[in-house]
């Protein structure tokens, strides 16, 4: 069953931190690499982070380099986006997204905002 669900969005203030998270079907994780995208209004979606199924190795958008973490939980089948130093400019819908499959979760919204 091919299933990704985001959770843990909301509204944080500017400097603060936020963990968003994807549960994954465990068919989805053990065989695709993992990314987080994001989207604000008017924009394009674009890549965040990027972590192999192995959970080896990750890269990151240039706007979100040493600000955001990409990990996986390969217990739970859980992607997670941890973000600290939250700004302004990172309000968007954050999706997660099983590569090989191109299959896209629902979206979480992220408001960074005083």
């Known amino acids: 069953q091919m299933q990704l669900v985001e959770s843990g969005g909301g509204l944080v203030q500017p400097g603060g931190s936020l963990r968003v998270s994807c549960a994954a079907s465990?068919?989805?994780?053990?065989?695709?690499?993992m990314s987080w995208y994001r989207q604000a209004p008017g924009k394009e979606r674009e890549l965040v982070a990027r972590?192999?199924?192995?959970?080896?190795?990750?890269i990151y958008g240039e706007s979100v380099k040493g600000r955001f973490t990409i990990s996986t939980d390969n217990a739970t089948n859980t992607l997670y986006l941890q973000m600290n130093s939250l700004k302004p400019r990172d309000t968007a819908v954050y999706y997660c997204?099983?590569?090989?499959?191109?299959?896209w979760g629902q979206g979480t919204q992220v408001t960074v905002s005083s």
């Open positions: 997204k099983a590569e090989a499959y191109h299959y």
């Open positions: 465990r068919f989805i994780f053990r065989h695709n690499d």
């Open positions: 972590i192999t199924s192995s959970g080896g190795s990750a």
